[in-house]
C-alpha cells in the first residue's frame, strides 16, 4: 500500500512488486536444470516482457468500471545482470477472499447476483480485445472499499500460449500462477486451446462457491438449492456453465445473463402462483 500528495489530496494506491529470480536457490535450479548463463538470462528476459504485456494490457482497459486501473510501471535489473524488479502502481483494492471473511462466509445472495453480472460484463470487455484472462479465480476478483463492485485483476498469463500455461499449472506450489481449483478441463489437458468459455467456467465455479462454500468438484456437489432455495434456479444456468467440453457451455456472456433473468423471473412467476393457490 502506498500514498501520494495530488494537488494537496491523499490518494491511496497499491504497489504490485514482484521480483524474479526470487533468491539464488531459483539460479541454482535453473542451472541444475540445465540452463547456461545466456539461457538464463533469456529466460527471465521473457518474463520480463509477459510483465510488460500485462502491463499494456491494463492500459488498453484503462477506465473501463469492472477492469483494474493501472497507473504506472517501471522496471529495476539485478545488480548481477539476472532478472529484474517490477513495479505495477493501481488502484488499492480488496481481494474476494478478504471479503468473504468480512461477511463472515456468507454474502447475500443479492449481491452475489450482482457480481455475477458485473463479472460477466468484464468478460464482455475482454473478449472484445481478444483476451482470455485464464487464470480467473477469487485473488484476482478485487473490489473497492466499500463497495462489491467486482473488478478483475491480473493478467499475466493472458497471451501465454497453451503449452507454457500448462507447465504453468504445473510447476511446483511456491511459484503456482493459475490455480487448477478453478482451471477448466481443457486447461489441465496439453494442445487444448483456452477460450472465452474457459474464463465463464471458472466464474461460475467462483459464484456457485460464494453461495455455498464450497467448490463444484464433481456432479454430486453441493448446490444453490440446498443452501438458498429461493435461487435454485442457478442450478440449472450454473450446470451449463460446468459442462466439461467448452462448446457445450452456455454463451456468450449476454445468453447467460438473459437465461439468469429469465429463470429468475419464472421462479418468482410460479411462487406468486403457490402464494394465490393457498
Same mark, same amino acid.
Given at each position: 500500500?502506498?500514498?501520494?500528495?495530488?494537488?494537496? &489530496?491523499?490518494?491511496?494506491?497499491?504497489?504490485?512488486?514482484?521480483?524474479? $529470480?526470487?533468491?539464488?536457490?531459483?539460479?541454482?535450479?535453473?542451472? %541444475?536444470?540445465?540452463?547456461?548463463?545466456?539461457?538464463?538470462?533469456?529466460?527471465?528476459?521473457?518474463?520480463?516482457?509477459?510483465?510488460?504485456?500485462?502491463?499494456?494490457?491494463?492500459?488498453?482497459?484503462?477506465?473501463?468500471?469492472?477492469? &483494474?486501473?493501472?497507473?504506472?510501471?517501471?522496471?529495476? $535489473?539485478?545488480?548481477?545482470?539476472?532478472?529484474?524488479?517490477?513495479?505495477?502502481?493501481?488502484?488499492?483494492?480488496?481481494?474476494? %477472499?478478504? /471479503?468473504?471473511?468480512?461477511?463472515? +462466509?456468507?454474502?447475500?445472495?443479492?449481491?452475489?447476483?450482482?457480481? +455475477?453480472?458485473?463479472?460477466?460484463?468484464? /468478460?464482455? *470487455?475482454?473478449?472484445?480485445?481478444?483476451?482470455?484472462?485464464?487464470?480467473?479465480?477469487?485473488?484476482?476478483?478485487?473490489?473497492?472499499?466499500?463497495?462489491?463492485?467486482?473488478?478483475?485483476?491480473?493478467?499475466?498469463?493472458?497471451? !501465454?500460449?497453451?503449452?507454457? /500455461?500448462?507447465?504453468?499449472?504445473? %510447476?511446483?506450489? +511456491?511459484?503456482?500462477?493459475?490455480?487448477?481449483?478453478?482451471?477448466? $478441463?481443457?486447461?489441465?489437458?496439453?494442445?487444448?486451446?483456452?477460450?472465452?468459455?474457459?474464463?465463464?467456467?471458472?466464474?461460475? *465455479?467462483?459464484?456457485?462457491?460464494? !453461495?455455498? +462454500?464450497?467448490?463444484?468438484?464433481?456432479?454430486?456437489?453441493?448446490?444453490?438449492?440446498?443452501?438458498? $432455495?429461493?435461487?435454485?434456479?442457478?442450478?440449472?444456468?450454473?450446470?451449463?456453465?460446468?459442462?466439461?467440453?467448452?462448446?457445450?457451455?452456455?454463451?456468450?456472456?449476454?445468453?447467460? *445473463? %438473459?437465461?439468469?433473468?429469465?429463470?429468475?423471473?419464472?421462479?418468482?412467476?410460479?411462487?406468486?402462483?403457490?402464494?394465490?393457490?393457498?
Amino acid at each position: 500500500q502506498a500514498q501520494r500528495n495530488s494537488a494537496g &489530496v491523499m490518494e491511496d494506491a497499491a504497489i504490485k512488486v514482484i521480483s524474479f $529470480p526470487k533468491d539464488k536457490e531459483d539460479i541454482e535450479a535453473d542451472f %541444475t536444470d540445465g540452463y547456461d548463463i545466456v539461457s538464463v538470462r533469456n529466460k527471465y528476459k521473457d518474463m520480463l516482457h509477459r510483465y510488460v504485456d500485462e502491463y499494456q494490457i491494463m492500459l488498453a482497459f484503462k477506465g473501463q468500471t469492472n477492469i &483494474v486501473s493501472c497507473d504506472d510501471f517501471a522496471t529495476k $535489473p539485478h545488480e548481477d545482470g539476472i532478472g529484474w524488479d517490477v513495479f505495477i502502481r493501481m488502484e488499492l483494492l480488496t481481494p474476494l %477472499t478478504t /471479503l468473504i471473511k468480512q461477511y463472515a +462466509g456468507s454474502i447475500p445472495e443479492e449481491k452475489v447476483i450482482k457480481v +455475477g453480472m458485473d463479472i460477466c460484463s468484464a /468478460l464482455v *470487455l475482454c473478449e472484445s480485445k481478444h483476451i482470455v484472462h485464464r487464470d480467473i479465480k477469487p485473488e484476482n476478483i478485487m473490489f473497492k472499499a466499500c463497495s462489491l463492485e467486482p473488478i478483475i485483476c491480473d493478467f499475466g498469463i493472458a497471451h !501465454f500460449a497453451e503449452d507454457e /500455461l500448462l507447465t504453468i499449472i504445473e %510447476t511446483k506450489k +511456491g511459484d503456482r500462477m493459475a490455480n487448477f481449483q478453478y482451471a477448466a $478441463p481443457e486447461q489441465r489437458v496439453k494442445g487444448e486451446v483456452a477460450t472465452a468459455q474457459t474464463d465463464i467456467y471458472a466464474a461460475a *465455479l467462483i459464484l456457485n462457491e460464494m !453461495f455455498t +462454500g464450497e467448490i463444484p468438484q464433481a456432479v454430486d456437489h453441493k448446490t444453490i438449492a440446498s443452501v438458498a $432455495p429461493d435461487y435454485a434456479y442457478l442450478d440449472d444456468v450454473f450446470a451449463q456453465l460446468f459442462k466439461q467440453n467448452a462448446e457445450d457451455r452456455l454463451y456468450p456472456e449476454d445468453k447467460i *445473463l %438473459t437465461e439468469m433473468k429469465v429463470r429468475a423471473e419464472q421462479y418468482h412467476r410460479d411462487q406468486e402462483k403457490l402464494k394465490l393457490q393457498k
